[in-house]
């Protein structure tokens, strides 16, 4: 019992994934600021940033939902960090105990969208609520890419559960995106991964120049802060993901400490290229981009995992 | 920062644009334009303040959570420049809202801004 609240709350939970998160998202920025030939912050400007926010006020707008509202941050930041916890405690060799957990990880990655949505809904505010609406439809789209992928993973395993097991069959056989369908898995991931953290071409939802930060727009001081740490340590859980389903998983001891961080770094840095070389697509477009072209290539890349390419 | 552009020419706002841009690159000190004033902690404003749009910047500076800096950007926001006269103005921003640094000019150049920033932060 006393284990697992430190697993959750410091190590690999909480402090560790928020500071990671917010390392990862301050090489976000970076990146951004050196793609267009900008400085950029320094390295401690997102942890100054969220330090600032649980000092500013805290505004709960009069006609909110205002239990609702408060509470739905809350429930993002333990989502994210009970998925990361699950993500990276087989890459520390520690096996999380049960055998669905890559089910259990799938479905606690949607909680901080849904709780967005939820607390954008509970704020009263009519751009949170197109915000919202927006955010649902961007669910509906790219969750059923996921979880083709995710199934084709597990295919590829001998279907295997289990994340810990995952990643032994992966040191053995080399990564699953050294094959074809890996490499489309990859793709479709990329995509859904870049959907999930609503960056740029799937930002719909939080367009700060049209709806002015949407499913956000009520959110200041400590509420503020709880977003914005769900949102950092999304940044390092869903890479994680990533690296553990196809890129050889993530171990932490010796020189693989070294490989383990490049590929988190490379993922986010992949991320950070699409972001800054696409325009905002639409609702309509995201939608298609999703059930069309990201479903068949999934589909495709099972058909291949079956066939054995 | 959160961006208000009272009666404006839109001349302070076009080089306040010109703050985010490589050469100046604001986001050295941690610095970004918001979409919504409840992330703000820094108001700029532009522009005379005219009877119109008076009640609208008291609003929305109600809205900020504080502490929240304001900041009056070009000689208009700062004393209402040469709309000082007339007849629908309302008087300058710190009139209508407490304002913490003034940048003067018409415009005022990305260098004077970014300047009157540092200086506020190290102050």
């Known amino acids: ?309 | 920062m959160f961006h208000f552009a009272g009666a404006s020419c839109n001349n302070c706002d076009i080089e306040i644009l010109d703050c985010l841009t490589p050469r100046y690159d604001v986001e050295r000190f941690g610095m970004l334009l918001v979409g919504s004033v409840r992330h703000a902690d820094v108001l700029l404003v532009t522009g005379s303040i005219n009877k119109k749009c008076r009640t609208r910047l008291l609003e929305v500076y109600n809205q900020a959570p504080k502490p929240v800096v304001v900041v009056a950007v070009g000689a208009c926001g700062c004393t209402g420049g040469i709309f000082a006269e007339g007849n629908t103005f309302a008087g300058p921003a710190d009139k209508v809202i407490p304002v913490d640094l003034y940048i003067p000019g018409c415009p005022p150049k990305p260098e004077a801004m970014l300047a009157g920033i540092v200086k506020y932060i190290n102050k």
């Open chain 1, 1 to 309: 019992m006393l284990r697992d609240i430190f697993y959750f709350l410091i190590f690999p939970g909480l402090l560790f994934a928020f500071a990671g998160g917010g390392f990862l998202s301050w090489f976000d920025r970076k990146v951004t600021a050196r793609l267009q030939f900008r400085v950029g912050p320094p390295l401690l400007q997102p942890f100054y940033d969220c330090i600032k926010l649980f000092g500013k006020e805290t505004i709960i707008p009069a006609d909110s939902a205002q239990g609702l509202f408060f509470l739905s941050p809350v429930f993002a930041v333990a989502g994210a960090v009970l998925s990361c916890v699950l993500i990276l405690l087989p890459a520390f060799g520690m096996t999380s105990g049960f055998a669905g957990d890559i089910i259990v990880v799938f479905y606690l990655l949607m909680i901080p969208s849904l709780s967005y949505i939820i607390g954008a809904i509970a704020s009263g505010n009519p751009l949170a609520g197109l915000g919202a609406s927006r955010e649902m439809k961007l669910i509906i789209g790219y969750e059923l890419s996921l979880l083709l992928v995710v199934a084709a993973v597990i295919m590829k395993a001998g279907h295997s559960l289990s994340l810990h097991e995952i990643i032994a069959i992966q040191q053995q056989q080399g990564a699953f995106i050294w094959s074809l369908s890996g490499i489309l898995l990859f793709i479709v991931a990329m995509m859904c991964v870049q959907a999930k953290l609503a960056f740029v071409p799937f930002d719909i939802a939080d367009a700060e120049t049209e709806i002015a930060g949407g499913i956000f727009i009520e959110y200041s001081g400590t509420i503020l802060a709880m977003v914005k740490i769900a949102k950092s340590v999304m940044l390092l859980a869903l890479p994680s993901f990533v690296a553990v389903l196809l890129l050889g998983g993530l171990y932490f001891y010796g020189i693989h400490i070294f490989w383990s961080i490049l590929k988190i770094l490379g993922v986010v840095l992949l991320i950070t290229l699409v972001r800054n070389t696409n325009p905002r697509l639409t609702t309509g477009q995201s939608m298609r981009f999703f059930f069309i072209w990201m479903n068949l290539i999934a589909v495709v890349a099972i058909v291949m995992t079956y066939i054995g390419w």
